[in-house]
């Protein structure tokens, strides 16, 4: 290859390069039920360091809320957005989160009016989103997804949702 064919070849991976993302590992998809969307949800969980932000309109689910706790318990800021209706009804796992300290709001005002993200950043680097919602019955009985990525443009823009939902919301 001559010098100008070179030049056009390293020009053409330099601009193909910078339009396709690069992502520390592909996206991971699940489904239920009985798929096993809970433990990759305790793992993204357990592996959190800093900050856990959780948008989701039900959760129910004890073992989620426990591992929660324990992400705070170790030094883990952990902030949960739910639906109103959900948060007032609350039930177990609201109200163990409230216990022990996690910071939990809620948004939704109507039936017209719901809070209905499904979707968890963890430490500013993963996104789990899809219409899994933090229950059991969505574990063992609903037919749902999650997915699980890290692409750096995408998990900004989760970030930010939360932050705007966050600061509407109501303790």
Not at 15 to 36: L, Q, Y
Request: net charge positive.
């Amino acid at each position: 290859m001559n010098r100008r064919g070179l030049l056009a070849a390293v020009t053409f991976l330099a601009c193909f390069a910078a339009i396709v993302p690069s992502t520390a590992f592909p996206a991971e998809v699940h489904f239920s039920p009985d798929g096993g969307i809970r433990r990759h949800l305790l793992r993204a969980i357990r592996e959190s360091r800093q900050q856990i932000d959780v948008a989701v309109y039900h959760l129910t689910s004890m073992e989620l809320a426990q591992a929660l706790t324990a992400a705070k318990n170790r030094g883990v800021r952990v902030r949960v957005l739910t639906d109103q209706e959900r948060a007032t009804s609350g039930g177990p796992a609201i109200r163990i989160l409230r216990e022990k300290g996690v910071e939990v709001r809620s948004l939704g005002v109507s039936e017209q009016s719901l809070m209905h993200h499904k979707f968890a950043v963890f430490d500013e680097r993963v996104v789990a989103t899809g219409s899994y919602n933090w229950t059991n019955t969505a574990e063992r009985a609903n037919y749902e997804n999650l997915v699980l990525f890290d692409d750096r443009d995408v998990v900004t823009r989760f970030t930010r949702e939360f932050q705007r939902l966050w600061q509407d919301a109501k303790d």
